[in-house]
């Protein structure tokens, strides 16, 4: 059993910045891609970034080139998604996501597991 748990939402104005949190826990394996995924109010979850296991690769949705940057540490069983310059349309409810195969796509429907949100406001 694989669990997710992001952290490190919250509220922030226009132009501000945001690190996300995301702790893998379970029987995970050396292989995994992980991804950060975003949903709005009556939109359909989109891609923000994905990581290979070892981070030799960062693929990115272009709304966020430039202002995001995804990074893991394995040794802690952690990734990041470092949010800086944010706007309102960056508001949404931010997930953690893992498939246990390589990150080619960004379809959230090939990722195997999912944490519970955490929220991400700017006003």
């Known amino acids: 059993q694989v669990q997710l748990v992001e952290s490190g939402g919250g509220s922030v104005q226009s132009g501000g910045s945001l690190r996300l949190s995301c702790a893998v826990s379970g029987n995970t394996g050396s292989s995994d891609c992980m991804g950060w995924f975003r949903q709005a109010p009556g939109k359909e979850r989109e891609s923000v970034a994905r990581i290979t296991p070892r981070g030799t690769f960062k693929h990115y949705d272009n709304s966020v080139k430039g202002r995001f940057t995804i990074t893991r540490d394995n040794a802690k069983g952690t990734v990041y998604l470092q949010m800086s310059g944010l706007r309102g349309w960056d508001t949404a409810k931010y997930y953690c996501?893992?498939?246990?195969?390589?990150?080619?796509?960004?379809?959230?429907?090939?990722?195997?597991?999912w944490g519970q949100g955490t929220q991400v406001t700017v006003s």
């Open positions: 996501a893992l498939r246990t195969d390589d990150c080619a796509g960004a379809s959230a429907a090939l990722f195997h597991y």
